[in-house]
């Protein structure tokens, strides 16, 4: 029999807009989060999450009666678990908050549920510590229960396009687990649902964002060779993109968020011996935002005491997301270094205009290519400033244009860069 009834459990940027989804595709949804003010406002209809349509649909599910919210999670007859796995500072998996929700499922949990974990966790984990602390109520998956690991690869910034459009990986312990479970994505996703076993889709999770980790690394490595040799990586990376095998990704201040500056480390714990290029591509990524600081000192000769001016502190373009930021590392060590560094963020919302945040400033260093930026207009951008000397660090800025406003422009992984220190001795 079709199960019409869902449990999400963690009401972040996966859980809420899947709970939403559901609600919305007739299911009587309950939403379970530990945060309280989370609670208060899903129940309200409102969202804390900044995604495009998200807040229609949540407050047309929540007025429909379709979608509840509370702090723990109800009996129902599929529970999903999308709760953040962060890491350790020794880098290990934080599975913290994983046992927490298995262990609130637990208590409500009957024969005959499915269980879906889509948090992205380290391989085994959903057969290993996920089922154990589900059993400990005396019921046995595979017998008892239905279990599946159907991880989510939807890109922040398009969440509810690509829930419903990507493909999706069904990883059920057996095989009645995943027949359930793709029947219930079944009800809302339009891509192919592939079926498999827990652990590959585990594996195959982690492998999507750590493919994404390590073309970036190669990027920001040529970035680097590239300034070195006096060469503009830009220019070489359209050229060997045009190659019809060929895509590298783009280099820039490094790699944030809270899934391809995280996941790679789950496979480095699994197989610390074996995982040397997955380890390697971390380094080279977390390295960048020091690079950057390297070049503001080509830039403006010593950084203590310069009035420097980022913009963007976001992880990346167009969101409101600050976990993992490299732009937030770059601002650190600026300040660690003695500058005196003003920031702009548009989404985030730092207060003033760009056009006021660069007043006196001896150094502008743009650190997240928001669409917003875009209508920067360099002639009254230099007209504030002290010095006009920009720095791209993510190869967006057109020359030309800022030049002919009297700009000196240097960008990561361009020759100028590095050209300007022999120049400066
Ligand atoms: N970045 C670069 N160069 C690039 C692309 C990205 O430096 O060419 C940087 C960004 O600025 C950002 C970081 O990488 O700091 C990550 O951004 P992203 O857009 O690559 O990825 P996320 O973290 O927003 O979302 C990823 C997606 N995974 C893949 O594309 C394989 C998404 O589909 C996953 O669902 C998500 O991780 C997740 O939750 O795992």
Request: aromatic share 4%; proline share 4%.
């Amino acid at each position: 029999m079709a199960k019409r009834s869902v449990c999400v459990v963690g009401l972040g940027y996966i859980g809420l807009p899947t709970a939403a989804i559901l609600a919305s595709r007739g299911f009587e949804v309950f939403g379970a989060d530990i945060n309280a003010s989370t609670v208060a406002e899903v129940a309200a209809g409102r969202t804390h999450i900044r995604e495009s349509k998200l807040d229609t649909l949540l407050s047309g599910a929540v007025k429909s009666g379709h979608l509840r919210a509370g702090a723990r999670p109800v009996v129902a007859e599929v529970f999903i678990v999308a709760v953040p796995t962060p890491i350790r500072d020794d880098h290990g998996a934080n599975l913290d908050m994983v046992v927490g929700a298995a262990l609130s499922v637990a208590q409500v949990l009957k024969g005959g549920d499915l269980v879906i974990l889509e948090s992205t966790v380290p391989p085994g984990t959903t057969i290993g510590i996920f089922r154990e602390t589900l059993e400990r109520n005396g019921l046995v998956a595979g017998r008892d229960f239905l279990l599946a690991h159907c991880p989510e690869r939807v890109l922040p910034g398009n969440l509810l396009a690509e829930l419903i459009g990507n493909d999706r990986i069904i990883g059920g312990i057996d095989e009645a687990s995943t027949k359930t479970a793709a029947d219930v994505y079944r009800t809302f996703v339009r891509g192919a649902l592939v079926e498999t076993d827990a652990t590959t889709a585990e594996l195959a999770k982690l492998m999507e964002n750590t493919y994404r980790d390590v073309n970036i690394a190669l990027a920001n490595e040529f970035a680097l060779i590239a300034e070195r040799l006096g060469i503009d990586v830009w220019d070489a990376i359209t050229h060997a993109n045009r190659h019809p095998r060929v895509n590298y990704l783009r280099p820039g201040p490094g790699v944030g968020g809270h899934c391809i500056a995280v996941d790679p480390w789950f496979i480095v714990e699994a197989a610390p011996d074996l995982a040397r290029l997955i380890s390697t591509a971390r380094s080279v990524n977390d390295a960048m935002p020091e690079h950057v600081v390297e070049l503001a000192r080509r830039a403006v000769g010593d950084v203590a005491g310069a009035v420097i001016t980022t913009l963007g502190l976001t992880y990346k373009a167009n969101v409101g997301d600050l976990r993992e930021s490299p732009a937030v590392t770059v601002v650190e060590h600026l300040r660690r270094a003695g500058a005196v560094v003003r920031t702009h963020d548009p989404i985030v919302g730092t207060g003033e205009s760009a056009e006021d945040a660069v007043a006196g400033a001896s150094l502008l260093v743009l650190l997240v290519d928001h669409a917003a930026y875009g209508a920067l207009d360099p002639r009254v951008i230099g007209s504030q400033m002290q010095a006009r000397v920009v720095l791209d660090t993510r190869g967006v800025l057109d020359r030309d244009v800022w030049e002919a406003a009297g700009f000196r422009v240097l960008t990561l992984g361009r020759a100028g860069a590095s050209v300007l220190v022999r120049g400066q001795g």
